[in-house]
């Protein structure tokens, strides 16, 4: 056989698309219909190995259910308790929502972009989070924690449908305590709720930083991040200041099934988290 | 004097009469030819064996929407333009398996599909096609991630290319500088001659195929005919498409009245994203057996118009055709530039063809370049 | 100029009638056919629409749930107002729902008359404010979702 032809025989190099099994080490509830659920590999090389940075997201596999991309929720300086914060929504997180400590998920990742910790150093960081979207802000505040003199004032605006909808809360004083200023608020209280009630967006004018020093960082709903942009660039924040992390239907996550496209940016590569100035010609446009 | 095998970037000449010892070689090298053939009134790709299976005197009539074959008296085995197949399905198969989980209580048994097509030789590839395959190349290959069967079913493909000597009146592979000759990426590239090929050997793979073939060298006489097949070529593409201001003309453009006007006439059918060979979205299918110990997950075409693509939880992103349609043409022709540094069209206008509305993607660009009237 | 067409609107009412005449001097009457989008939400917010006949539906797009009309503006109702408050960004689409004629008058002008001209400047806030009050009332109620049952 001449040696112009490719060999017929040759092992195929490894799919993207294969699971690594992880084990349910255990599972908090954190609101109405959500709980996080951490994980941890079962192969322990995959475990050491595995490392992720604040925004990423790994794709959690149910065997003949199928596939949901949940942001990792945990802290990034242990790797080898994965937290993901999931709300039942769909059938996939429904079924992963019947499973028990002890079961098994198929796991791979992670995959997409970071939030902008290192552009963030030396800055006042202004996270500004709705419902289920601190979830993936939430590595950021525990990075910032293990290294809280790394950065300026570092400001959290959260907000929730109601009092109950709220996640983490169990969290807050600890946060506040160690440097990280937490204004909760609820579109709708009730007669127990002593705090805010508000849309997140009008958390800003409860803050005053130095536009030029902070970079504003958030996650939500698209209709409310497009109001913390409106607020933000009115205090004369950067466009390339403000970092949104934005969510499309994912049925790979590693650039394949063109699903997740949002212009030309794919949310699963260029994405989770996007500059504003980068988004700003198709952010916030109808049906796009 | 004949050496047995013609060097790399030769170009000889080959008999019609042994064309049949081109399919034999490669054969016997263990290659499947997959090539074009006449079918339910259509040129399809499939499995071949024999040269007369190819489309010997057809001839192709192509417009809007429109797609017609006629048998003429002729030796020409290539005197027509491209079809609704293309090559992706061989490499980007339509369904394919991805892997099996076996699950006893705590304990997965995961099983990739590793199974290969094997070594499989493209007959006749258009140029266009050409580039359409390294596109997809670009996709599936040499970006951040790597898909194992598309790149080991790829490095099995022997490309026999033919240089167009009869496009359709829907191409336009000049404006998008892909056609109507082949460059690159081809192991043979054949210009047809009313009783011979003049063949450019592109690889040694090439080179070894052509072993006792009769082959000879090309004279300059045969060269200025192959030239001039695809001058000719050249002349009966009228389709012209401005590209200089993509990708920002259609960026600049995204509510233009135009994406209304499209929307009433398509029907979003996705017929376009099926014959286009650049086109890759997919999506995935899971299933298991009764007990729900033995789970498998399958990979199949998908299509940014099926009204399922955008939809999320709570709603769907591009919920009118409008989005949709608008969504297609400007990943199409403006983001995969971004994306990829390069056109996602190859212009060999597959997607006017087989519109059954025959939307024509080139006039609706023109139309949306035009300023809108206040 | 074309002749002052007079309404029983809040907006228009209110305003003194030498204020009046500044503010409709370069006023332009426009006209809609039923789906014309008039505005997109994040357009800059150019001019203060007064309707003469006709419906507009302000629609804000909520992905992935889509379009929520929030509001309706009828025969001498005002909308778009942010084209008379910083930063003139509109906040939600107008679609005119119905054929629609209404008169727009240049926001950047008025501002600037209003500027100019401080009595009459305070005269549009005053009056402007009242508009703005009263549709934030209406929205508080329509948040409370009064007619909920349980």
């Known amino acids: 056989m001449s040696v112009a032809f490719t060999p017929m025989e040759t092992r195929l190099p490894l799919d993207p698309m294969l699971p690594q099994p992880a084990v349910i080490q255990a599972i908090q509830p954190e609101a109405a219909g959500i709980s996080t659920f951490t994980l941890k590999f079962s192969d322990p090389a995959e475990a050491a190995a595995y490392r992720f940075q604040p925004g990423q997201f790994n794709m959690l596999y149910l065997p003949g259910f199928g596939e949901v ?188 099934c063109g699903h997740c496209q949002f212009g030309p940016s794919f949310i699963c590569k260029q994405g989770p988290v996007l500059k504003f100035s980068a988004l700003e010609p198709f952010f916030g446009r109808e049906d796009f | 004097m004949a050496e047995s095998l013609p060097r790399v970037s030769a170009r000889v000449l080959l008999p019609k009469a042994s064309f049949q010892r081109v399919f034999d070689n490669l054969q016997a090298a263990g290659f499947t030819l997959l090539g074009p053939t006449v079918r339910d009134s259509a040129i399809v790709l499939e499995e071949i064996t024999r040269v007369e299976e190819l489309p010997l005197g057809w001839c192709d009539e192509q417009a809007p929407g429109k797609y017609r074959l006629e048998k003429k008296r002729g030796s020409r085995y290539f005197d027509y333009g491209v079809s609704s197949h293309s090559w992706k399905q061989f490499l980007f198969p339509p369904r394919r398996k991805l892997f099996s989980i076996e699950k006893h209580a705590s304990q997965w048994t995961i099983k990739p599909n590793e199974n290969g097509p094997g070594r499989r030789a493209f007959i006749g590839v258009r140029p266009c096609d050409l580039n359409a395959i390294s596109i997809q190349d670009h996709v599936f290959v040499t970006g951040e991630f790597r898909d194992p069967h598309y790149s080991h079913a790829r490095e099995q493909i022997f490309v026999l290319a033919v240089n167009c000597s009869r496009p359709s009146s829907n191409c336009f592979c000049t404006s ?55 001058e000719q070529a050249e002349e009966r593409i009228d389709r012209e498409v401005r590209t200089d201001d993509l990708p920002q003309v259609l960026y600049d453009n995204l509510e233009h009245p135009r994406w209304d006007e499209v929307a009433t006439r398509c029907l979003s059918c996705t017929n376009c994203t099926l014959v286009c060979p650049t086109c890759f979205c997919s999506t995935v299918e899971d299933s298991c057996d009764l007990r729900a110990t033995v789970s498998e997950r399958t990979r199949v075409w998908d299509s940014c118009f099926t009204l399922d693509f955008s939809r999320v939880h709570g709603g769907n992103n591009r919920p009118s055709i409008r989005a949709r349609y608008r969504q297609w043409l400007t990943h199409k022709l403006a983001s995969w530039i971004d994306q990829f540094g390069f056109s996602g069209c190859v212009g060999c206008g597959r997607c006017i063809t087989w519109c059954p509305v025959g939307i024509d993607l080139t006039e609706e660009l023109q139309a949306i370049r035009t300023k809108a009237t206040p | 100029m074309a002749e002052q067409p007079i309404y029983d609107g809040r907006f228009v009412a209110e305003l003194s009638p030498r204020a009046q005449e500044k503010v409709f001097a370069e006023a332009e009457m426009i006209q809609d056919n039923a789906g014309t989008i008039i505005f997109r939400a994040g357009d800059h917010s150019q001019y203060p629409f007064i309707i003469k006949s006709g419906q507009v539906v302000l629609e804000i797009s909520v992905p992935p749930k889509g ?84």
Not at chain 1, 169 to 185: M, N, R, Y
Not at chain 3, 126 to 142: D, E, P
């Open chain 2, 176 to 230: 998008m500088k892909t056609g109507p000759r082949a460059t690159s990426g081809f192991d043979l590239a054949l210009t047809e001659l009313p009783e011979h090929f003049v063949v450019e050997i592109g690889s040694e793979a090439g080179s070894e195929i052509m072993r006792d073939t009769g082959w000879q060298l090309a004279t300059a006489f045969d060269l200025g005919r192959a030239a001039q097949v695809t």
């Open chain 1, 69 to 256: 991309a949940i942001s990792l929720s945990s802290d990034p300086n242990e790797p080898g308790r994965l937290g993901h914060t999931i709300r039942y929504a769909g059938s996939v997180t429904r079924a992963i929502g019947r499973l028990k400590v002890g079961d098994v998920i198929g796991v791979r990742g992670p995959y997409g972009s970071a939030w902008p910790m290192e552009a963030g150093l030396g800055k006042n960081l202004v996270l500004v989070a709705g419902g289920i979207g601190l979830a993936p802000l939430r590595p950021v505040i525990l990075a910032v924690l293990r290294e809280r003199q790394a950065f300026q004032r570092v400001v959290l605006l959260y907000g929730a449908r109601t009092p109950a909808d709220l996640l983490y809360t169990a969290e807050f004083a600890s946060w506040q305590e160690h440097g990280i200023e937490v204004h909760p608020t609820v579109d709708i209280g009730n007669e127990s709720w002593r705090g805010l009630v508000g849309v997140v967006p009008q958390l800003f004018y409860r803050i005053r930083v130095d536009a030029k020093q902070t970079l504003v960082l958030t996650c939500g709903p698209e209709i409310m991040m497009r109001f913390v942009i409106y607020e933000a660039l009115a205090r004369r924040i950067a466009k390339d200041s403000i970092f949104v992390s934005m969510e499309r239907n994912m049925k790979c996550a590693v650039g394949f």
């Open chain 3, 67 to 150: 379009r929520r009309s929030i509001l309706t503006a009828g025969p001498g109702e005002l909308f778009s107002w942010s084209a008379l408050v910083e930063p003139r960004v509109e906040n939600a689409s107008a679609r005119a729902s119905v054929d629609t004629e209404a008169l727009r008058v240049d926001g950047e002008t008025l501002m600037k008359l209003c500027e100019e001209d401080s009595s009459l400047g305070f005269e549009v806030r005053r009056t402007l404010a009242k508009v703005i009050s009263s549709r934030l009332i209406a929205t508080r109620l329509q948040f409370l979702d009064v007619f909920q049952v349980g």
